[in-house]
């Protein structure tokens, strides 16, 4: 990456990470219990950061002199890991699994979705790296 967008990138790693750790410690707790569109939509953005934290970082760990051209098995997982999780959450809150009393049933699904969302931005961002040294 040339050195004039490597403090771009860094800005927007570090902005990310803030964004993702105070919609993620400070307003889904607060929406969580009681107001589902509001914690739909926080968790949403929440993600969205998140996987742009694993997008930048992707980008800068990337070295795509020395490696031959990144394939996007990693996102295919990360996107399959996040569908079954998102599933499983589904059916959870169809059969009438409650939030409140079994949050440890609720813990493996989402980790499954944030796991899926890492993979997802980490391969984006190593083949996004990858592409714009191709095109320099």
């Known amino acids: 990456m040339s050195d004039d967008r490597r403090p771009l990138l860094f800005v927007l790693l570090g902005s990310a990470v803030l964004v993702t750790g105070v919609l993620h410690l400070s307003f889904v707790p607060r929406y969580l219990p ?67 009393g079994l949050v440890g049933v609720y813990a493996l699904p989402a980790l499954g979705i944030y796991v899926g969302l890492a993979l997802i931005g980490w391969s984006i961002g190593r083949r996004t790296e990858a592409i714009n040294e191709i095109a320099r």
């Not at 953005?45 to 997008?55: D, E, I, K, M």
């Not at 990693?74 to 996107?79: E, F, Q």
């Open 34 to 100: 009681d107001d589902v569109l509001l914690t739909v939509l926080t968790l949403g953005t929440g993600w969205a950061t998140y996987t742009l934290v694993f997008y930048a970082l992707g980008r800068v760990v990337a070295a795509p002199a020395g490696q031959e051209f990144p394939n996007m098995r990693a996102a295919d997982i990360g996107i399959a890991v996040l569908l079954v999780s998102l599933l499983f959450l589904l059916v959870f809150d169809a059969v009438g699994v409650p939030l409140e």
